[in-house]
């Protein structure tokens, strides 16, 4: 079986930064707070674990330990919340997260209803919507019928769409709103990878997403795989691998998403090439 695996998958800048920035402090200051993941891949999770990381429900919980801001952004009402507190704050939020925060207020600034094109509960998208007064998150074109749409309006992206979802959503927006304003905020490493894995699924027999169940962007890349291949599959781990559905394929696509740790992929490439006679690309 051939391997192509692809150019640019496994850890993003944002979250190779984040959990960086976590073991830094943890050294410095041996146990640190967060609410929620650091990043969602529980492999990297139960690490940080190991090292002194303690996951808390609440800012009640912190006590006297540093708060550590994870990277897909926080709800600002409890930023301002932890700081009247007096707790000290690590912020880990990806650099490209704070950019879309701060297009969102710009265009709310300039008299806009802001729009967020996103997953409705994701922390990422109720991080951006609770810096704005009257946003709507729009996840499919069809909720495009249930939000009341001003005239004026303002559109950034949750940073790990779908290309494909928001070119749906585009169109239709235009017909119902006189003066939109777009700003395209997909980060540049899920673009990259959106596109690398057409290549992938149009190439290879079978594809394999490696990443969390909670990561959207990984979940985006198998759902473009599955899309254009019926043989795609996403695992979290090599014991999630079906075996029997990878007989017949003579060659295989792997790609990973931007959480997921580079050892991980290397081992479920290593326990791939066990099972068959392989070459890699």
């Known amino acids: 079986m051939k391997i192509e695996i692809a150019q640019h998958c496994g850890f993003c800048t944002g979250v190779k930064n984040a959990v960086q920035l976590a073991r830094d402090s943890l050294k410095d200051q041996g146990k640190i707070a967060v609410l929620g993941d ?28 540093p708060l550590l801001l994870r990277a897909h952004g926080t709800d600002v009402n409890l930023i301002h919340a ?7 704050i690590i912020d880990a939020t990806c650099p490209l997260v704070q950019e879309i925060h ?18 409705r509960y994701h922390d990422e998208v109720l991080g951006v919507v609770s810096r704005l007064h009257d946003p709507c998150i729009i996840e499919s074109p069809e909720d495009l019928y249930s939000c009341k749409l001003k005239q004026r309006t303002g559109v950034v992206i949750q ?17 119902k709103s006189r003066d939109c304003r777009i700003i395209n905020t997909i980060c540049e490493p899920t673009r990259r990878n ?14 394999l997403v490696i990443g969390d169940p909670a990561s959207a962007n990984s979940k985006r890349l198998y759902e473009v795989a599955r899309s254009l291949n019926e043989n795609a ?40 090439k066990t099972l068959n006679g392989d070459t890699i690309k």
């Open 233 to 272: 599959l996403m695992v979290a781990g090599k014991e999630e691998i079906n075996v029997a559905r990878l007989k017949g394929c003579t060659s295989i696509g792997i790609t990973a998403g931007a959480s997921t740790p580079r050892k991980l992929i290397e081992e479920i490439v290593t326990y791939i």
């Open 82 to 88: 932890a700081k009247e507190m007096g707790l000290n």
């Open 194 to 207: 959106q596109t690398e894995i057409l290549s992938l699924a149009k190439n290879n027999d079978c594809v």
């Open 159 to 175: 940073s790990t769409q779908r290309i494909e979802n928001v070119q749906n959503i585009l169109p239709l927006l235009l017909t």
């Open 38 to 65: 650091l990043v969602h891949n529980k492999v990297v999770m139960d690490e940080l674990r190991d090292e002194g990381l303690v996951f808390v429900d609440s800012l009640e919980e912190v006590g006297d330990m």
């Open 102 to 119: 701060k297009h969102a207020c710009e265009l709310e600034e300039e008299g806009r209803q802001v729009i967020v094109i996103g997953d």
